[in-house]
């Protein structure tokens, strides 16, 4: 079948949702979930969510596609969230479960690309937050190209142990030095009950929180939103909200996931990486992402990016501040000012 026959298709069965025959047994299952037919001639969002209940990266997922769908319905929009996986590389790494994390970026990617096209959806909010969720979504979105807004559910807090900020990365260098003997085992059993107070992503700048950065860069995000604490929930409430309006007054006619996803655009999330000492991984994700959106990029035309921007965040692990540092601190926005001022 031809893009063009399949394009004129699901044109009319999206126009046929409301009230012809044909799409009778669809509208019974919406009736069946409390969605009156009626609405259907407004935008439909797909909310994808990667909650998971197996690390605290993502556990405020479920309350922020809540916020976004109740966003979405008072916009005038029918929300229909939906869930896909994640993987822990904290719990998995040293274990061969490790295999498993590059692996479920595709899985996530894949996944959130079927419910798209099996759905139709006018435009899709994807809710993001441990390692691989951020680029894969963007990969969906780039596929699909599709309407599409995607809400990094942020950071975890630093915890605090004898007088100092003590992050995930702390627990791991102290596995070592009690190896080597520096630390005892009461030491260590001390720091792993408070590294980590609660939900959100790694505090450091691993990762996640670079990939929030990218997201950022790349203006798939309201800028500033990402880096608000996990914990934050009245905060971070309030950015999912802002999302699913944002993400309906895309559905009608907005610009695509490909209008951000192109050759400029990684370039400067590249240097928004490199600008706050990001994680080498961004390489990885971004190349892949270029890959999905049809983009030619290299790893040399990055690492060009990287050699002339300046690192001016000095971000744990290779510096002293955490993620929620460099949002009191004015966050991506203050960086991107920083890096515009300095030509």
Same mark, same amino acid.
């Given at each position: ?15 046929? %949702? ?6 009778? $047994?669809?509208?019974?299952? &919406? !009736? ?17 969510? *990667? ?65 798209? /096209? ?25 596929? +699909? ?10 950071? #975890? ?13 702390? +627990? ?5 030095? &009690? ?18 107070? $609660?939900?959100? *992503?790694?505090? $450091?700048? &691993? ?38 309006? %944002? ?15 192109? !050759? ?5 999330? #590249?240097?928004?990486? *490199? ?18 959106? $049809? ?31 460099? /949002?009191?601190?004015?966050? *991506? ?11």
């Amino acid at each position: 079948m031809s893009r063009a026959v399949d394009d004129e298709r699901r044109r009319r069965a999206r126009e046929g %949702l409301r009230d012809s025959p044909e799409r009778a $047994g669809a509208r019974a299952h &919406f !009736r069946a979930m409390g969605i009156d037919p009626a609405r259907l001639g407004g935008p439909i969002v797909g909310i994808a969510s *990667t909650w998971t209940g197996t690390m605290p990266c993502n556990l405020n997922h479920r309350d922020l596609s809540d916020s976004a769908a109740r966003a979405v319905e008072a916009a005038g929009g029918v929300p229909l969230p939906f869930n896909t996986i994640a993987v822990s590389d904290n719990q998995s790494q040293g274990t061969p479960g490790m295999r498993a994390s590059l692996i479920s970026r595709e899985v996530i990617a894949d996944s959130i690309e079927l419910m798209v /096209h099996a759905h139709d959806f006018d435009a899709v909010l994807c809710i993001v937050g441990c390692d691989k969720t951020v680029p894969a979504a963007l990969m969906a979105l780039a596929r +699909v190209d599709k309407p599409g807004v995607v809400l990094y559910s942020g950071p #975890m807090r630093a915890g605090r142990w004898r007088g100092a900020d003590v992050t995930i990365q702390h +627990v791991w260098e102290a596995v070592g030095a &009690f190896e080597r003997g520096t630390v005892s085992r009461d030491e260590l059993d001390e720091l792993e009950r408070h590294a980590c107070p $609660g939900r959100g *992503t790694c505090a $450091g700048h &691993f990762t996640a929180n670079t990939m929030a950065i990218a997201l950022d860069c790349l203006g798939i995000a309201a800028v500033g939103d990402g880096l608000i604490p996990a914990e934050a929930a009245k905060e971070k409430g309030a950015a999912a909200e802002r999302a699913g309006r %944002l993400a309906v007054a895309l559905a009608g006619g907005g610009p695509t996931a490909g209008n951000f996803l192109d !050759r400029r655009a990684l370039l400067n999330a #590249m240097a928004g990486i *490199t600008a706050t000492g990001g994680s080498s991984n961004g390489v990885l994700h971004l190349l892949a992402i270029a890959h999905e959106a $049809g983009v030619e990029l290299t790893l040399d035309e990055l690492t060009a990016v990287a050699a002339r921007t300046p690192t001016i965040a000095s971000l744990a692990p290779s510096g002293r501040w955490v993620a929620e540092d460099l /949002h009191r601190a004015g966050g *991506t926005a203050a960086v991107i000012a920083e890096l515009i001022r300095a030509g």
